[in-house]
């Protein structure tokens, strides 16, 4: 009874001992592979046009079934391609960092490898100031009185005036635009999904006679990659109306 004990306790042991091993990690034969392309999200392009290219001296990531540590690192090469070698059969996480303006995102792919190399889906990483982010888009006019009466053929883009967006929240404005040859103003990089004010400084247009102050005006903007109007205007305008 002793040696049949002892046997199945060894039996147990080697059981448990195999098992361990067969948990995902390094010091088997398979591999995965894979690219990673960079999104780059340049200003100044109200198409939100992106260029795509592939990410060269990138870190790439792996964490080994559920474990949420990073289990493995390596550099993407000049054409974005990574590999991760000798790994036990399993499932992978694989993923590399987004860089935004003010944080950074992983964006991740899993794989189950089972002997051999594996390909991973592409990861697509973001880059650029205007990563997320979404425009406001107006346009500022003069319009001339005489006597009290509007003359039609008096109304001008109001080049050069200062506009200004602020959370409504706040008592003062975080970002300052100035009007261009058309009367359009656009303010880039603006967050996605909540509201803006926007209102329009008259004290630096050189008349003193302005009718009256320009009401701020909200805007909602939602998605990102966007250009929101200026809410219920058709088209999008501030007039400031001025007397002689």
């Not at 474990?67 to 590399?96: C, W």
């Not at 964006?107 to 997320?132: C, F, M, P, Q, W």
Request: proline share 5%; net charge negative.
């Amino acid at each position: 009874m002793k040696i049949n004990s002892c046997f199945f306790r060894l039996l147990a042991i080697l059981f448990l001992f195999g098992s361990c091993n067969q948990d995902e990690g390094l010091g088997g034969s398979s591999a995965i592979e894979g690219y990673v392309y960079m999104i780059n999200h340049p200003d100044d392009i109200y198409s939100f046009q992106t260029d795509t290219f592939p990410a060269l001296d990138k870190d790439v990531y792996l964490e080994f079934g559920n474990d949420k540590s990073i289990g493995a690192k390596t550099k993407s090469g000049r054409e974005g391609y990574y590999r991760f070698d000798y790994l036990r059969d399993g499932t992978y996480t694989v993923y590399a960092l987004s860089d935004m303006k003010d944080h950074k995102t992983a964006i991740a792919t899993t794989v189950k490898v089972n002997g051999n190399s594996h390909r991973a889906d592409t990861l697509y990483i973001h880059t650029g100031d205007a990563v997320e982010s979404a425009m406001v888009k107006g346009r500022v006019w003069i319009q001339f009185y005489h006597n009290g009466e509007a003359e039609p053929e008096k109304l001008i883009p109001a080049v050069e005036t200062r506009v200004f967006i602020k959370y409504p929240q706040d008592s003062t404005y975080f970002d300052d635009v100035r009007v261009g040859n058309q009367g359009i103003f656009i303010f880039q990089k603006i967050k996605p999904h909540q509201p803006y004010e926007v209102y329009v400084s008259t004290e630096e247009i050189g008349y003193k006679n302005i009718l009256f102050p320009v009401d701020p005006k909200t805007v909602e903007v939602g998605d990102p990659y966007k250009i929101y109007p200026l809410e219920g205007e058709e088209p999008l305008d501030f007039t400031i109306k001025i007397n002689y």
